[in-house]
T-cell receptor
Framework: EPEVTQTPSHQVTQMGQEVILRCVPISNHLYFYWYRQILGQKVEFLVSFYNNEISEKSEIFDDQFSVERPDGSNFTLKIRSTKLEDSAMYFC????????????FGPGTRLTVT | SQKIEQNSEALNIQEGKTATLTCNYTNYSPAYLQWYRQDPGRGPVFLLLIRENEKEKRKERLKVTFDTTLKQSLFHITASQPADSATYLCALFSGNTPLVFGKGTRLSVIA
């Protein structure tokens, strides 16, 4: 069964450094998402992406964050200057097409900012 | 303010019994509601979706109900098994907001 993959599974970085989290959505999916989950907290929406542009973003997704789909398969989340409070699990998700609402999540990247 | 509440943080149940998890919401008009399963350190896995005009949905041992008057969804697992132990998340989509998740209920099925 096709699945969303994410790399790395765990990233440790120092405060102020840039990180790029990578995702490969399911190949025929058209809508892409990033979520984060701070330990013990809710899954929180960050950004949605469709047709090579951001369609929606949350208040969390400030100027430090950016997303890109550099080729036909990868979908990346960049954090320019990490803060301690960026430590969380980051999940990528995708939806096949409009009108289908079940989201397929990747296994996540655990980001630890020290 | 808008809230999604899953009333129990944790629920323990004996194997073979029916587990019932609750999701309540306020100040939303959801077009549909979804339930996901999340295992420790893993991403959520989609289980069921129920639309605002549907009262009940079933899938194998799972059943979801949706009462828009009470603003509540119930999620049932019948004949529960230890393998059903996980955190279960409800999530709302109201058409003009992204998918919004509850905090989840951690279910433990005891053999």
């Amino acid at each position: 069964e096709p699945e969303v993959t994410q790399t790395p599974s765990h990233q440790v970085t120092q405060m102020g450094q840039e990180v790029i989290l990578r995702c490969v959505p399911i190949s025929n999916h058209l809508y892409f998402y990033w979520y984060r989950q701070i330990l013990g907290q809710k899954v929180e929406f960050l950004v949605s992406f469709y047709n090579n542009e951001i369609s929606e973003k949350s208040e969390i997704f400030d100027d430090q964050f950016s997303v890109e789909r550099p080729d036909g398969s990868n979908f990346t989340l960049k954090i320019r200057s990490t803060k301690l409070e960026d430590s969380a699990m980051y999940f990528c998700a995708s939806i096949e097409r409009g009108g289908r609402y079940e989201q397929y999540f990747g296994p996540g990247t655990r980001l630890t900012v020290t | 303010s808008q809230k999604i509440e899953q009333n129990s943080e944790a629920l323990n149940i004996q194997e073979g019994k029916t587990a019932t998890l609750t999701c309540n919401y306020t100040n939303y008009s959801p077009a549909y509601l979804q339930w996901y399963r999340q295992d420790p350190g893993r991403g959520p896995v989609f289980l069921l979706l129920i639309r605002e005009n549907e009262k009940e949905k079933r899938k194998e041992r799972l059943k979801v109900t949706f009462d828009t008057t009470l603003k509540q969804s119930l999620f049932h697992i019948t004949a529960s098994q230890p393998a059903d132990s996980a955190t279960y998340l409800c999530a709302l989509f109201s058409g003009n907001t992204p998918l919004v998740f509850g905090k989840g209920t951690r279910l433990s099925v005891i053999a």
